[in-house]
């Protein structure tokens, strides 16, 4: 009898889970299944997007500036609650964790980040950001996407994971190797009594047609992975503590990965609600908690595992927010906000200093920063990668690494 595509993805770990990469079926026909793999002691990236458009102005504070405190009347956060960062620039009074991480030397801030022309759509400066292209429809794959095909080989672990209940991002599409994309570590694990799934899929079958071939070696991968994931599990010893958020469990389940060498040099995961047109006050600092709270107990569960060094931590969100408040009592779209980047790695300070809100291009804080410099620094100084091959052109790097 034959074999369908249905039968295979039934008998693994879940059709989304096999099926998640942006990987070209030629391209992964040409290969056999990858062994498990990877090399310990290796830098690692690992990017949270703030979807939605995070309000910077009120992330990193400019409590000083009267036209801020002008244009907000209700939104403003004063010079009284503002965690103070230096003489013009505190963060938002949810942020405590990221404050510690700051004053103890592992948090860069890097202020008014953007490009030119910036776009107010959702969908459009997402891509942007994701393929680091100004005219994103050019692009075939996200920027990451293309650390992750010129990093792997057949041998490697997955280059990249992706943990969020949101689809692939664009960021982490590929042309060649496949990146798994899960909303819990809890979907790689095998169904009862699969003692030699992988053997029993990677049967040969000479009469299998080339698709069907395909979900084969998909499958056979899948098992592969599935099995470290569930060892990962396990065998896992951390009492770390962790906040109730979801952000900080899928956290955890990173740093878990990263303990137990999994062999990803990129982890993607992602918070969203930031899209903030109403009532702001009320959805944005509840925000900034879990993220602040979330990273604070991941940076100390890494240094608990003994491999803080071994990690760099990028946010990022699509755009900011306008500087008046609308009279929702909310902000809409904007253009340029802050970036941060945590680690035992990164120089701690505020590169960029204060948005100049005297200079607003139609009510937006002009960027001073190129995001792109943010990426190319991350990938010369901590992936040690060549950045003008992944992001196409030469971008000036920032002070943020202590070290090359």
């Known amino acids: 009898m034959k074999t369908s595509r249905r039968v295979f993805l039934k008998s693994s770990i879940g059709g989304a889970a096999l099926l998640a990469g942006g990987v070209s079926v030629p391209g992964f026909l040409a290969r056999t299944a990858r062994a498990a793999t990877c090399e310990t002691g290796q830098r690692i990236l690992v990017v949270v997007q703030l979807t939605g458009g995070n309000d910077g102005l009120n992330t990193v504070v400019p409590f000083r500036d009267d036209i801020y405190a002008r244009l907000r009347p209700t939104l403003r956060i004063s010079d009284a609650q503002a965690l103070r960062l230096t003489d013009d620039l505190g963060l938002h009074p949810e942020m405590r964790g990221l404050?510690?991480?700051?004053?103890?030397?592992?948090?860069?801030?890097?202020?008014?980040?953007?490009?030119?022309?910036?776009?107010?759509?959702?969908?459009?400066?997402?891509?942007?950001?994701h393929t680091a292209n100004l005219i994103p429809e050019d692009a075939r794959d996200g920027w990451l996407g293309r650390v992750v095909d010129s990093e792997s080989r057949e041998t490697d672990a997955p280059g990249a994971l992706h943990l969020a209940s949101a689809a692939l991002p664009l960021a982490l599409r590929t042309q060649r190797q496949p990146v798994p994309s899960v909303e819990s570590l809890e979907a790689f694990r095998l169904p009862d009594g699969a003692t030699d799934l992988a053997g029993l899929i990677a049967a040969p079958r000479p009469s299998a047609a080339d698709d069907l071939l395909y979900v084969q070696r998909v499958a056979v991968a899948s098992c592969t992975n599935a099995r470290r994931i569930e060892s990962v599990?396990?065998?896992?010893?951390?009492?770390?503590?962790?906040?109730?958020?979801?952000?900080?469990?899928?956290?955890?389940?990173?740093?878990?990965?990263?303990?137990?060498?999994?062999?990803?040099?990129?982890?993607?995961?992602?918070?969203?609600?930031?899209d903030t047109h109403a009532r702001q006050a009320l959805a944005h600092g509840p925000l900034l908690r879990e993220l602040s709270e979330s990273l604070a107990a991941f940076q100390a569960d890494l240094a608990a595992r003994g491999v803080a060094e071994q990690v760099l931590t990028m946010t990022f969100s699509e755009f900011g927010r306008r500087v008046a408040e609308n009279g929702s009592q909310g902000t809409d779209h904007g253009a340029a906000a802050p970036m941060?980047?945590?680690?035992?790695?990164?120089?701690?300070?505020?590169?960029?200093?204060?948005?100049?809100?005297?200079?607003?291009?139609?009510?937006?804080?002009?960027?001073?920063?190129?995001?792109?410099?943010?990426?190319?620094?991350?990938?010369?100084?901590?992936?040690?990668?060549?950045s003008t091959a992944i992001l196409g052109k030469y971008h000036e790097r920032l002070a943020i690494c202590k070290r090359a």
């Open 340 to 386: 941060m980047v945590m680690g035992a790695a990164c120089r701690a300070g505020v590169i960029g200093g204060p948005p100049k809100l005297d200079a607003l291009v139609d009510g937006d804080v002009a960027h001073q920063i190129d995001f792109r410099s943010v990426y190319a620094t991350v990938l010369d100084d901590w992936l040690q990668l060549k």
């Open 233 to 274: 599990l396990r065998n896992d010893r951390s009492d770390s503590s962790y906040p109730d958020f979801g952000l900080a469990g899928r956290l955890r389940q990173i740093a878990q990965l990263i303990g137990a060498e999994f062999g990803a040099r990129v982890y993607y995961t992602s918070l969203d609600g930031f």
């Open 99 to 129: 404050k510690k991480l700051f004053d103890h030397g592992q948090l860069s801030i890097i202020n008014n980040v953007g490009y030119p022309n910036p776009d107010r759509s959702h969908f459009r400066s997402m891509d942007i950001w």
